[in-house]
Nanobody
Framework: QVQLVESGGGLVQSGGSLRLSCAAS????????MSWYRQAPGKQREFVAS???????DYAVSVKGRFTIFRDNSKSTVDLQMNTLYPYDTAVYYCMAYYFLNIYWGQGPQLTVSS
C-alpha cells in the first residue's frame, strides 16, 4: 500500500524559509517520479516542482530560484526547500508520486506566509 505523509507546514513571515518533507512508503522512493503541487484558497491545484527517478528536476516559473526539490534516500523522503517566501506562496502543499501508472497524493500540509 502506497502512503505519502508530508510534514513541515506552518506559519512563516514573508522572506522566510521553510522545508516540507514527504515520507513515502510502499514505493521505491529513490527511483519514483515525485512532485509537489499546491492549492491556494479558491484556486486550482498547480504544479510546483518535480524530480524524476533519474534525478532531473523541474520547477514552476513562480518558484524557480527560490524552491529546491531533492531526495533524501536514507529517509525515503522527497523534500521541498522553500526560500524567500511571499504571501502568494500561501497554500496547501501536496506531495505526489507517479508509480506504476498510478498517482498517489499526500494529505497536504498548510503553508501560510504572513506579510
Amino acid at each position: 500500500q502506497v502512503q505519502l505523509v508530508e510534514s513541515g507546514g506552518g506559519l512563516v513571515q514573508s522572506g522566510g524559509s521553510l522545508r516540507l518533507s514527504c515520507a513515502a512508503s510502499g514505493i521505491i522512493c529513490s527511483t519514483t517520479d515525485m512532485s509537489w503541487y499546491r492549492q491556494a484558497p479558491g484556486k486550482q491545484r498547480e504544479f510546483v516542482a518535480s524530480i524524476t527517478g533519474g534525478g532531473t528536476t523541474d520547477y514552476a516559473v513562480s518558484v524557480k530560484g527560490r524552491f529546491t526539490i531533492f531526495r533524501d534516500n536514507s529517509k525515503s523522503t522527497v523534500d521541498l526547500q522553500m526560500n524567500t517566501l511571499y504571501p502568494y506562496d500561501t497554500a496547501v502543499y501536496y506531495c505526489m508520486a507517479y508509480y506504476f501508472l498510478n498517482i498517489y497524493w499526500g494529505q497536504g500540509p498548510q503553508l501560510t506566509v504572513s506579510s
